[in-house]
């Protein structure tokens, strides 16, 4: 059975500070992505990493994708409230596997 | 274009009703999935569909069950409902059916599904 764990479950912060999300697994995947959810809407997709060790950077976001494809991160720089969400990785094999997600609250 | 709609939004069943979903899916995308969202967790797989035909099935009792039309379309199925099957179910469409490398997933809004 493939298991995501993201980490923490749960971050509040202040507006302008950096975070990191994680996103670990003992299974290799072929890709990894990168959502965002807000209350009552689906996910929508940020990134998806493929190579093992690519970083991507959106913006203030910054993806980074494991040598051995087995975990990955998200960082932000410089937060701001409307980064607030749920942020949920999901690896890729012949479906999608989500983690439980990270609930960030940036506070103004 | 119109993204990925579900219906209806919101329903509220009582334990051992049967319950129907609907999913359109972004026009040209062939195939549908469908997750399950319970409160505080991520979405859990449940079918895929591409160009009528299952692809995939998560680990879900037969009570689930799933189909999709010719116009891509597609309907979600619980009988015997139980309290635990209480969740936010997601629609998701893309192209083609995932082959593990990145496909795009359009999930639409969801349904949430109070079983009283």
């Known amino acids: 059975t493939q298991l995501l764990e993201q980490s923490p479950q749960f971050l509040s912060i202040q507006e302008g500070e950096n975070l990191t999300v994680y996103c670990n697994s003992s299974?290799?995947?072929?890709?990894l992505q990168w959502y965002r959810q807000e209350p009552g809407e689906g996910p929508v997709l940020l990134v998806t990493v493929v190579t093992g060790g690519e970083v991507k950077k959106l913006k203030r976001l910054t993806f980074q994708f494991g040598d051995a494809r087995k975990d990955s991160s998200l960082h932000i720089t410089a937060a701001q409230p409307g980064d607030t969400g749920l942020y949920l990785c999901?690896?890729?094999?012949?479906?999608?596997?989500f983690g439980a997600g990270t609930i960030l609250r940036v506070k103004s | 274009d119109a993204g990925v709609t579900q219906s209806p939004t919101h329903l509220i069943k009582t334990r051992g009703q049967q319950v129907t979903l609907r999913c359109s899916p972004i026009s040209g995308h062939k195939s549908v999935s469908w997750y399950q969202q319970v409160l505080g967790q991520g979405p859990q797989f449940i079918f895929q569909y591409y160009e009528k035909e299952e692809r995939g099935r998560g680990n879900f009792p037969d009570r689930f069950s799933a189909r999709q039309f010719p116009n891509y379309s597609s309907e979600l199925n619980v009988n015997a409902l139980l309290l635990g099957d209480s969740a936010l179910y997601l629609c998701?469409?893309?192209?083609?059916?995932?082959?593990?490398?990145?496909?795009?997933?359009?999930f639409g809004s969801g349904t949430q599904l109070s079983v009283l």
């Open positions: 998701a469409s893309q192209s083609q059916p995932t082959s593990g490398f990145g496909e795009k997933l359009f």
């Open positions: 299974s290799v995947f072929s890709s």
């Open positions: 999901a690896g890729a094999w012949n479906k999608l596997v």
